[in-house]
């Protein structure tokens, strides 16, 4: 059995296996981790967890559409997946007991700040209100940056507004009201790059200084990078830095080893181009 996983739905496109292989490698740890594909429904996805966990897995990953789930089950939080509301990473203790982590936050920071994009004032559009969305709007507020929330359906954005309202300058606005380009970064945190589709946003916000960031990636630009380039964007990045950031900042908590992102995010990207040829 392998000691570390991946849990999501669908999986088969997960590139944290290969991260995780390349991670260890250059530190010589030995890193067993396999993808499981759960079923969303009813509670198999509680149990797979249990049962992984139970039978010597030693760490997990949760991804999409998991990561609340995950939130809910683990009997302890590290307080940046308790603030987040979230968990992406699981480890079993000594004691049995399961902490959860979430590094989606850190690992977006890391990234912008590696594309050198963040300033303290930065004025962030986060499109999006799940999942992903949550993980992020603590550690951006923390560094000081103002974040417009905006999502398809409005009580969830505002819901998040209402719930971080005492930790920095947030608003959350509805789409049909963001007419105007006053965003230094505009982030899709939106499931919509796995069906193909984009996130209904108006094309005045696009300017040819804003940067479009979309914490989708895929082999080739992704639907939203492809709208943002039509509509003028000339700085745009898709999440496969994050993805690294993030899952460095995983391997670090499980192992208290931190892995260099920067030649596993160049192989990773070479890999991807390849792929898309
Ligand atoms: P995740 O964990 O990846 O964030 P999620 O919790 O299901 O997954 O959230 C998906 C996000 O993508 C939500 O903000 C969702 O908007 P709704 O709250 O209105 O459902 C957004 N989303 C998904 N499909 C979309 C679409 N076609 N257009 C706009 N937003 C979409």
């Not at 912008?112 to 969305?133: E, I, Y």
């Not at 969830?156 to 105007?180: V, W």
Request: hydrophobic letters at 40%.
């Amino acid at each position: 059995m392998d000691a570390f996983s991946v849990f999501g739905n669908p999986i088969n496109h997960s590139q944290s296996p290969r991260i995780y292989a390349l991670f260890s490698g250059e530190i010589g740890l030995s890193h067993s981790y396999a993808r499981m594909l759960s079923p969303i429904e009813g509670e198999i996805f509680e149990k797979m967890l249990h049962q992984f966990f139970n039978m010597g897995g030693l760490g997990a990953n949760i991804t999409l559409p998991f990561k609340e789930r995950a939130y809910a089950l683990c009997n302890q939080l590290t307080k940046r997946a308790a603030l987040a509301g979230t968990v992406n990473t699981i480890k079993k203790q000594m004691d049995g007991l399961l902490l959860g982590d979430n590094t989606d936050g850190i690992g977006l920071l890391n990234d912008l700040q590696r594309l050198n994009l963040l300033k303290q004032d930065s004025r962030v559009l986060l499109v999006g209100a799940g999942g992903a969305a949550k993980g992020v709007i603590l550690p951006l507020l923390d560094y000081g940056c103002t974040v417009v929330l905006t999502n398809r359906t409005f009580a969830r954005a505002k819901a998040l507004e209402k719930y971080y309202q005492d930790s920095g300058d947030i608003i959350a606005l509805p789409l049909p009201c963001l007419n105007t380009p006053d965003y230094d970064i505009i982030i899709n945190a939106t499931s919509t790059g796995i069906k193909g589709t984009i996130p209904p946003l108006s094309t005045s916000i696009i300017t040819p200084e804003v940067y479009c960031y979309d914490m989708f990636y895929q082999e080739g630009d992704t639907p939203f990078l492809k709208w943002c380039h039509q509509q003028g964007a000339r700085f745009c990045s898709d999440g496969l830095g994050m993805l690294v950031e993030q899952a460095a900042s995983s391997f670090l908590f499980w192992h208290n080893i931190m892995p260099s992102v920067l030649p596993v995010l160049k192989t990773l990207r070479l890999e991807l181009t390849q792929r898309s040829k």
